[in-house]
């Protein structure tokens, strides 16, 4: 089971998942943080990079705040730290972009 802390920037221009630091992921959504519409999104957004579906992340903590901590039960926490790792991300953000267009 792992758990990840993350900072949400909602109202972005872009979404993303950006970079850990001081241990907290920092990640951005294009929804505004209205009726849970930015979390539907990180959820969406990490279902994709994680290669999971949506029900397998769940908020922990944090549903009404920017600070918020996740669970992933079905990855341990090494697995979730490579699968976060932009190598390994690189094929989605092509994918993402294209989308965008």
Do not use: W
């Not at 990840?4 to 630091?21: G, T």
Request: hydrophobic share 35%; glycine share 4%.
């Amino acid at each position: 089971m792992a758990k990840l802390k993350i900072r949400l920037q909602p109202n972005s221009s872009r979404n993303s998942i950006e970079r850990f630091e001081q241990g907290i992921l920092k990640v951005k959504v294009t929804a505004p943080p209205i009726e849970g519409r930015a979390n539907e999104a990180l959820i969406e957004l990490l279902a994709k990079a994680l290669c999971l579906s949506q029900p397998d992340i769940v908020i922990l903590h944090g549903a009404r705040g920017r600070d918020k901590l996740i669970n992933v039960p079905i990855l341990s926490e090494e697995q979730l730290l490579e699968r976060l790792k932009p190598s390994q991300r690189s094929e989605y953000k092509t994918v993402q972009k294209h989308e965008q267009e």
